[in-house]
């Protein structure tokens, strides 16, 4: 039975959005074609009919997730994306996680494409922060940017430290609180919340 363009395309968004979750999951090395096409309903021997090589999918998934991360952000203001992202429901939940803290410290091993959407993902994200923060009078220029490179560097880095720790170790918690107490602290009180 021949599939057509539109059902191609489909297969494929399938195939990205779970290699994606499990990516994040699993980290890059942890996931083999068989495991992966399996998971997405489809036989491996499909998987090159829509990609080059698995590199060329961990790319594009990783665009994927980088791009789902910034929507869910999207939403936020600053305190409520520290509020999410610094907590033990997202450290726990890897394969819906972001994907930044999932997966920054294996794309740091890979080629130069991978670590470009990676660098493209992390600006857009910054960017969408400095616009949520809010304006501070008398700040120096780039100041801003400074400041939610330091929240987002910081948040990532809880997370990984946190996943890094045994699920039940009191040292995974203590990561996640003293952090994201020092992070909220170090963000403007806004005027919606002053007395």
Do not use: W
Not at 83 to 104: E, F, K, N, Q
Not at 142 to 171: K, N, Q, W, Y
């Amino acid at each position: 039975m021949r599939v057509t363009k539109a059902q191609a395309q489909a297969n494929r968004e399938h195939i990205v959005e779970t290699a994606s979750a499990l990516f994040r999951e699993r980290g890059f090395d942890g996931v083999g074609l068989v495991d992966l096409m399996g998971a997405a309903g489809f036989t491996h021997g499909g998987f090159y009919k829509h990609f080059g090589s698995k590199a060329d999918l961990m790319a594009e998934a990783s665009v994927s997730g980088l791009s789902r991360s910034l929507a869910s952000t999207e939403a936020l203001d600053i305190q409520a994306f520290v509020d999410i992202y610094v907590s033990r429901r997202h450290r726990d939940g890897r394969a819906d996680g972001c994907t930044m803290s999932a997966l920054c410290g294996d794309a740091a091993r890979q080629p130069d494409e991978l670590k470009n959407a990676f660098a493209d993902g992390i600006e857009r994200m910054l960017q969408t922060l400095v616009e949520k923060y809010p304006a501070v009078e008398d700040a120096a220029p780039g100041e801003t940017r400074a400041r939610m490179m330091d929240v987002l560097a910081h948040a990532v880095g809880a997370i990984m430290l946190s996943r890094a720790c045994p699920d039940d170790s009191p040292l995974a918690d203590e990561i996640l609180e003293v952090c994201h107490a020092r992070i909220s602290a170090s963000l403007p009180v806004s005027p919606a919340s002053e007395p």
